[in-house]
Antibody, heavy 127, light 107 residues
């Protein structure tokens, strides 16, 4: 059974870079059958999709965060990472990592959905 | 961005009740709609994908319906363990977006 676990500092100073790791156990980030995503949750804005990565390194980011976000992957360690630069108090959130799966849709596309999530890590931005 | 609006924001129901949660998209998303359950301190859990496909391992009392802009999550007979928050999410186009959530409480 695949499990995901977020790790990283729980406190980051304003203007610094938030760095988180998601470790995949019971599976492989190189499976080719999944993408890997970061999501955050704040009381004010609710759940916000940050972006996703494929094991090849191909990424897709939320335009609202794209200028400050980098998602990367280390296939040798079955880990993927989030870096969020120039953080402010508004970036205080619970951050989740998740696995994205897909299924064929009735048309020519695919249904993408996040089928396995980590428990989340609370990151506070404060001096 | 596609806006997702859920209603109600919270509800209280009795064990055995039929519960319905609605999610409306700001534009057509065909059937690219997922539902998740979230409990405090636990990883969110996928319930429904593609608007109506039940995720493996999810109890059959959960069902989803709808297409276009209007979607429904139904719990046919509420159980105590269903006390949680429920979120819809569209995967029709990036950036993927979520509803604000519905908190279900047991009376």
């Amino acid at each position: 059974q695949v499990q995901l676990q977020e790790s990283g500092p729980g406190l980051v100073k304003p203007s610094e870079t938030l760095s988180l790791t998601c470790t995949v156990s019971g599976g492989s980030v190189s499976s080719g059958s999944h993408y890997w995503s970061w999501i955050r949750q704040t009381p004010g804005k609710g759940l916000e999709w940050i972006g996703y990565i494929y094991y090849t390194g191909s990424t897709n980011y939320n335009p609202s965060l794209k200028s400050r976000v980098t998602i990367s992957v280390d296939t040798s360690k079955d880990q993927f990472f989030l870096k969020l630069r120039s953080v402010t108090a508004a970036d205080t959130a619970v951050f989740y990592c998740a696995r994205i799966a897909w299924a064929a849709s009735a048309g020519s596309g695919h249904y993408f959905y996040m089928d396995v999530w980590g428990k989340g890590i609370t990151v506070t931005v404060s001096s | 961005d596609i806006q997702m609006t859920q209603s109600p924001s919270s509800l209280s129901a009795s064990v055995g009740d039929r519960v319905t949660i609605t999610c409306r998209a700001s534009q057509s998303i065909r059937s690219y709609l997922n539902w998740y359950q979230e409990k405090p301190g636990k990883a969110p859990n996928l319930l429904i994908y593609g608007a109506s496909s039940l995720q493996s391992g999810v109890p059959s009392r959960f069902s989803g319906s709808g297409s276009g802009t209007d979607f429904t999550l139904t719990i046919s007979s509420l159980k105590p363990e269903d006390s949680a928050s429920y979120f819809c999410q569209q995967s029709y186009s990036t950036p993927w977006t979520f509803g604000q959530g519905t908190k279900v409480e047991i009376k």
